[in-house]
């Protein structure tokens, strides 16, 4: 089978997935947690984003490193993209309320693009690095592993005062406040931000393991195509 076609059921899976989250990142949680407001939390984006790290896994269980680099590569390409198109979309449609100005977007854009890239990438790496070992250990920590770097590279450089240089900072972002919301120690809004988004990326991660473990066992009863 030509290789084209048999990684094109991943690249389509990581596009639909980058570009949900792009979609579904402009939306807030609305919901309340106890005392926590989940709204100055989350957006839904939280929940679809982690998906991204199951279609890299399962690329790379099925076919091995190389072939999941290439779709980690497309799903880049389709992140940045989305990251600058999207948002003026929605705006102009009234779909969001505030518009993000061209260097703002910018620096979003590098900051979604550079934490999609090397956080996929050392999942890539780790899953590799622990295939031969018990069946979850690969998918967990790979995707432990690339959460975390994900995570602190996209909120750093999208909100964190030292990229400054790339593009204008968000001042709202930047306002310090009880972290989550509700705790007494204060920090930037951007650090609970990250914080909220790391928790659900974990989650989900765990929750992952159930389709990842249902494929890849189909997958072990049939040969792979050559």
Not at 163 to 173: E, N, Q, R
Request: proline share 5%; aromatic share 14%; charged share 10%.
């Amino acid at each position: 089978m030509n290789s084209s076609v048999r990684y094109l059921p991943f690249v389509v899976a990581m596009a639909l997935v980058v570009v949900a989250s792009n979609i579904l990142v402009q939306f807030p949680v609305q919901g309340q947690l106890g005392s926590l407001q989940l709204a100055d939390l989350l957006t839904w984006g939280a929940f679809t984003y982690p998906a991204a790290f199951l279609v890299t896994d399962l690329a790379n269980r099925r076919y091995g490193p190389r072939m999941a680099r290439r779709v980690v590569f497309i799903g880049f390409m389709t992140a940045v993209a989305c990251s600058i198109v999207v948002p003026p979309l929605f705006y102009r449609y009234g779909l969001i309320e505030f518009g993000t100005a061209a260097d703002r977007l910018a620096r979003i854009a590098a900051a979604s693009g550079a934490a999609f890239l090397f956080g996929q990438l050392l999942d890539v790496t780790v899953f590799n690095w622990l295939r031969r070992q018990n069946w979850w250990r690969a998918p967990v920590f790979g995707s432990l592993v690339g959460s975390v770097i994900d995570t602190i590279i996209f909120f750093s450089v999208a909100f964190a005062p030292a990229f400054a240089f790339i593009g204008p900072s968000d001042d709202f972002a930047l306002e310090m406040a009880p972290l989550f919301g509700v705790l007494h120690v204060e920090a930037a809004r951007w650090l609970s931000w990250a914080l909220g988004d790391l928790s659900v990326k974990l989650l989900i991660a765990v929750f992952a393991l159930i389709p990842y473990r249902i494929i890849a066992a189909r997958w072990s009863q049939q040969p792979v195509a050559a």
